[in-house]
């Protein structure tokens, strides 16, 4: 039988609701399509067969947290790969000097002289960048002042895609953990992606054992507020002196909570913010000692 895709438009401000809603429901067969760049977002279904796609839709509509801006677009996949179906939905994206492209592009794509360029395949991973937490991330990696002997550490990997991108940026020793084994699976995927293999110290780990012993210029940690509440002291402990920890994963309204927690923690650390749609980030600067 054939798969099925069905699309549908929502507001990009529903995005946070919706996802909630598919992760605390269990329901499956559905992902949320987000590109922060134009402004657009869609929620996404692959089923065997139209009636089931139909169905399913018929069945989660009555729960979404807001109306849809339009029809629900149905469209046969017949036997090819499912994953394809997201290629209409990527764009390259650019911020400095480092660019992040779908690897379709690969023989088209026109990388300016003196710049960098990390291959994205969004079949391999649930990550692509092209989310406010992800971007609020590579924008502050990309800021920082380069020092190539730097460490870098990416806490919670996912798709590997910031510890990567410190690499591309020309950071010699870049490490990245997940404590869920299929993420560091395709972070190392994403590597050999983009003819890495082995730049990168891909590992599991938790925000325990994946900081223990390890001290960095440069930390990242793209998880949810709760957690990076939880683990302030792991965290910022892992940061060397002079270093910067880089949070993400806090929605707009959680960023107060998050400073306060860790300005406990760090009292004498400066603390930096920003916003980017409904999410934001929150950066902190060690003493140079």
């Not at 010699?172 to 730049?199: C, H, Q, T, W, Y």
Request: charged share 20%; hydrophobic share 50%.
């Amino acid at each position: 039988m054939d798969l099925f895709e069905i699309k549908v438009e929502i507001a990009p401000a529903s995005v946070g609701a919706t996802d909630n809603l598919l992760l605390e429901s269990g329901i499956g067969g559905w992902c949320l399509l987000e590109d922060v760049i134009v402004g657009r977002a869609w929620i996404v279904g692959v089923f065997q067969g139209d009636t089931e796609a139909r169905e399913q839709w018929a069945a989660l509509r009555p729960q979404l947290p807001a109306e849809p801006m339009g029809g629900a677009v149905l469209r046969s996949l017949g036997n090819g790969d499912w994953r394809d179906s997201y290629k209409a939905h990527f764009r390259a994206w650019t911020f400095g000097r480092l660019h992040w492209a779908p690897v379709w592009e690969r023989g088209t794509f026109a990388l300016p002289a003196g710049e960098e360029v990390v291959w994205l395949d969004p079949g391999l991973a649930f990550g692509t960048g092209n989310h406010e937490t992800t971007r609020l991330c590579v924008e502050r990696l990309v800021e920082a002042p380069f020092d190539a002997e730097a460490r870098v550490i990416d806490a919670g990997c996912g798709s590997g895609i910031l510890a990567l991108s410190a690499a591309k940026l020309g950071y010699k020793n870049v490490a990245g953990f997940d404590n869920d084994p299929e993420a560091v699976r395709v972070s190392i995927e994403n590597a050999r992606l983009n003819d890495m293999e082995g730049r990168v110290d891909f590992f599991a780990g938790d925000l325990v054992s994946g900081l223990a012993g390890r001290k960095a210029g440069i930390v990242m940690a793209n998880i949810l507020a709760d957690v990076l509440i939880a683990f302030a002291k792991e965290l910022t402990a892992a940061v060397a002196p002079g270093g910067v920890l880089v949070l993400s994963g806090i929605l707009a309204n959680e960023n107060a909570q998050v400073r306060g927690a860790f300005g406990k923690v760090v009292p004498d650390w400066k603390i930096e913010w920003r916003e980017m749609g409904e999410w934001s980030d929150v950066l902190l600067r060690a003493p140079a000692q």
